[in-house]
């Protein structure tokens, strides 16, 4: 098994400004999505407040965030989004995953639609 990447379009959804597609490591343990920064600033994105990350390594790490719009797969959702700093991965996290109603093939290293769960 080994990572998954998918091509992703970042949208401001107060403009319609759009990204062209890149690419992004799917990370089911990143709960927010990084895309980077001066992406988001070119896009018009603007910064909502700074937030405290722990790492994968225990670190701890802030960064701001912003609200925008990803597409993956064609399906649109509204999100929060980390403006990545460089040396900062590309990362589709866990929340849009869900928004969008995907979940992570390993085996065959794509995104395949789930159900959405009700409570």
Same mark, same amino acid.
């Given at each position: 098994?080994?990572?998954?990447?998918?091509?992703?379009?970042?949208?401001?959804?107060?403009?319609? %400004?759009?990204?062209?597609?890149?690419? /992004?490591?799917?990370?089911?343990? %990143?709960?927010?999505?990084?895309?980077?920064?001066?992406? &988001?600033?070119?896009?018009?994105?603007?910064?909502?407040?700074?937030?405290?990350?722990? &790492?994968?390594?225990?670190?701890? %790490?802030?960064?701001?965030?912003?609200?925008?719009?990803?597409?993956?797969?064609?399906?649109?959702?509204?999100?929060?989004?980390?403006?990545?700093?460089?040396?900062? %991965?590309?990362?589709?996290?866990?929340?849009? &995953?869900?928004? /969008?109603?995907?979940?992570?093939?390993?085996?065959?290293?794509?995104?395949?639609?789930?159900?959405? &769960?009700?409570?």
């Amino acid at each position: 098994m080994g990572e998954v990447h998918v091509e992703i379009v970042v949208v401001n959804p107060r403009t319609g %400004a759009r990204s062209g597609e890149i690419t /992004a490591l799917v990370d089911t343990g %990143a709960t927010l999505t990084v895309i980077p920064g001066d992406l &988001l600033r070119k896009l018009g994105i603007q910064k909502v407040r700074t937030v405290s990350f722990v &790492l994968a390594d225990g670190r701890r %790490a802030e960064r701001d965030v912003g609200d925008a719009a990803v597409a993956v797969n064609g399906d649109s959702v509204p999100c929060r989004v980390v403006f990545g700093e460089s040396g900062d %991965a590309v990362l589709l996290g866990l929340t849009v &995953l869900e928004q /969008a109603g995907f979940a992570v093939d390993p085996v065959q290293r794509r995104l395949v639609p789930t159900d959405f &769960l009700l409570y």
